[in-house]
């Protein structure tokens, strides 16, 4: 099992869709994704600004919108070619049950996928990012913003291996600089 953070700084590249439909089909294993937040979550950070609507309600809304992201990864992915299963997580529904993070803005789609990683068994944690990280470790990566602050702690003593994947490299590689028409897909 990988687990995949799918990050939303990703979301505004037309490659993304027919990228992340490559990339899954070349997975040796099942798949889940994990949607970051993008836009969406700069929305409820911008609300919480304005509202100060606390972290608990912050937090909630936040887990809310990765659920229109999943929606939407769902809608760009369609059904990859795949030997094995590929699921998008519902993060609302799923820590909902599995609530274990604080509750504040240090915990992002990182440190989510990191628990999604855990209760699953997932034997590799894939973030797919528009940056390089360089190999560091996690606190001086988080101390960077590369990873969100309280991902150190999630992945402490995690029994799968964690990957960091310039996907906007990748696609530049795989894909080219314009995506395909939308009928290839």
Not at 72 to 89: D, K, N
Not at 94 to 116: K, M
Request: aromatic share 8%; hydrophobic share 45%; charged share 20%.
């Amino acid at each position: 099992m990988i687990v995949v953070k799918v990050g939303g700084s990703l979301y505004d590249d037309p490659r993304l869709g027919p990228g992340l439909r490559l990339w899954l089909s070349e997975q040796t294993a099942p798949v889940i994704i994990v949607p970051g937040g993008g836009l969406l979550a700069d929305a409820v950070r911008a609300l919480d600004r304005v509202h100060h609507l606390g972290e608990e309600a912050a937090h909630w809304l936040a887990i809310r919108s990765l659920s229109v992201a999943a929606q939407f990864l769902e809608s760009l992915i369609g059904r990859p070619h795949s030997r094995h299963p590929i699921r998008v997580v519902d993060c609302h529904d799923f820590f909902r049950r599995n609530d274990t993070a604080p509750h504040t803005w240090d915990v992002t789609s990182d440190s989510l996928a990191a628990t999604v990683s855990a209760r699953t068994a997932a034997r590799k944690l894939v973030l797919l990012k528009s940056v390089d990280l360089p190999p560091v470790p996690w606190p001086l990566a988080a101390a960077n913003g590369w990873v969100d602050p309280h991902f150190p702690t999630a992945v402490a003593g995690a029994t799968f291996d964690v990957v960091a994947l310039n996907f906007r490299r990748w696609l530049d590689d795989r894909v080219g600089p314009n995506p395909p028409p939308a009928d290839s897909a």
